[in-house]
């Protein structure tokens, strides 16, 4: 199966980065790739390109946290002008509603730095803080209307030190973000991915390496 990747992105972009470069290493079987951001200074689109990968400005003007109908239909018609067959969200900071969910449900993920169903939405590593966990992590779930709610692709688990800070969790949050994004794309291209009711079942994932 051929499949053409869109990454949607608003700000720094080393998710992306580590799809782009995993995907360079031939290790997710994806064939193009195209970042979209919403954001003109996102410092994703220059790192896109200088790993000549295309990236897009989409000119949206409305600044809430939704898209309007209108702004995603521009998104849809540039994934679908280049065939893409999944959509990742990589620090995408919009909650999506209309014509991309309608267009991608059950083909668009998304990384949340948290385990969800924890710590949904912002702010995240300073509530972790805030509650004394233990342990945090971070989760790629397919997305659908209900946000950071969607059924759980793969899970990382990182302990909370009893010094740490927003950042210090966070930097180490992202290390293991990096290693289990480009892992469910992997997923997702081989076709192992089904959804059930709330669950994703991953066909051979017990024998997985
Ligand atoms: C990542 O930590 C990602 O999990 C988070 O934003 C960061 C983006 O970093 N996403 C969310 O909080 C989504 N609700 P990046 O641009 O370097 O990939």
Request: hydrophobic share 40%.
């Amino acid at each position: 199966m051929v499949l053409n990747v869109g990454i949607l992105v608003s700000g720094r972009g080393s998710n992306m980065q580590a799809i782009i470069e995993a995907n360079r290493e031939g290790r997710l079987g994806v064939d193009k790739i195209v970042v979209l951001s919403d954001n003109p200074d996102a410092p994703a689109l220059d790192k896109a390109n200088a790993l000549g990968v295309e990236a897009i400005y989409i000119p949206v003007k409305s600044n809430g946290a939704k898209l309007t109908p209108e702004e995603e239909d521009m998104f849809v018609k540039e994934l679908k002008d280049r065939d893409v067959g999944l959509v990742c969200l990589a620090g995408f900071m919009r909650i999506i509603s209309h014509g991309i969910l309608r267009e991608y449900e059950g083909r668009i993920i998304n990384i949340h730095p948290s385990l969800l169903p924890s710590f949904r939405g912002l702010n995240v590593h300073e509530r972790v803080l805030e509650y004394g966990c233990r342990y945090t992590g971070c989760t790629v779930h397919f997305v659908t209307a209900d946000v950071d709610a969607g059924p759980i692709i793969l899970q990382a688990c990182v302990p909370v030190r009893q010094d740490d800070t927003p950042e210090t969790l966070a930097e180490r949050v992202l290390r293991e973000e990096h290693r289990i994004y480009p892992m469910s794309v992997r997923l997702f291209s081989e076709g192992r991915l089904s959804i059930e009711g709330r669950r994703v079942i991953i066909e051979g994932w017990e024998d997985y390496e």
